[in-house]
């Protein structure tokens, strides 16, 4: 299967704990992209990253949260100290190319995040 | 405020009726992609438009991008039970490389 991979797929945590979300990109892909889709909601932007580098956090809560995709393995979605608002499904997507006008966002399965 | 505004919010049809769901913006996009989600999963891609104007048909399926590049139909042809899910339109915006969504319709096609 060469799509985008999230692990967990389902995440349990009390609050105050940290949540990790992974993953992997398509084969062939360096560009990844995690989104937020709260119930009722469409899915929202938080972050872009290539390999090693943070391109666009703009849509990134500005405390508890950061990603990461380092030069080996998966790119990283850190929660710390969670709290019951961001009980939500987190989607990661990867791309070819990252920008352009044909460039294609693919998206894994999710992570559903629940927070007790 | 959205920028991306889908209608219906909700539509529930028979099976083998027509229908077309819409995604409306004020903004310009440089490209749109629309996609379908089932619950529990993540969205798949349907179609990427790019060109203002342009229609692509995939079987029963046919998706039109404005000439002004703003907006975006998508229009399914006696519809079928396993058109149900959410359908969600996202635009890309030039060097941008996170994408808008709309909320999504959510389809409903009853045996």
Not at chain 1, 52 to 63: A, C, L, Q, V
């Amino acid at each position: 299967n060469a799509g985008v991979m999230q692990n967990p797929r389902h995440l349990v945590r009390r609050r105050g704990q940290e949540a990790r979300l992974r993953c992997s990109p398509m084969k062939g892909h360096s560009h990844v992209y995690w989104y937020r889709q709260l119930p009722e909601e469409g899915l929202k932007f938080m972050v872009y990253l290539q390999k090693e580098n943070i391109i666009d956090e703009s849509g990134m809560p500005k405390e508890r949260f950061s990603a990461e995709f380092p030069k080996e393995g998966p790119s990283i979605l850190r929660i710390q100290q969670v709290v019951r608002g961001d009980s939500a499904a987190y989607f990661c997507a990867s791309s070819a190319f990252g920008t352009g006008l044909s460039d294609t966002q693919y998206f894994g399965p999710g992570t559903r995040l629940t927070v007790l | 405020t959205q920028l991306l505004e889908q209608s219906p919010q909700f539509l529930s049809i028979q099976e083998g009726e027509n229908l077309t769901v819409y995604c409306n913006s004020s903004s310009v996009f440089s490209s749109l992609q629309w996609y379908r989600q089932e619950p529990g999963e993540g969205p798949v891609l349907l179609v990427t438009v790019v060109t203002g104007g342009e229609v692509k048909k995939l079987k029963r399926l046919t998706f039109q991008f404005g000439d002004a590049r703003k907006d975006s139909s998508l229009h399914i042809t006696a519809a079928q039970t396993g058109d149900t899910g959410l359908y969600l339109c996202a635009g890309a915006r030039g060097s941008q490389g996170n994408l808008i969504f709309g909320k999504g319709t959510k389809l409903s096609v009853k045996p």
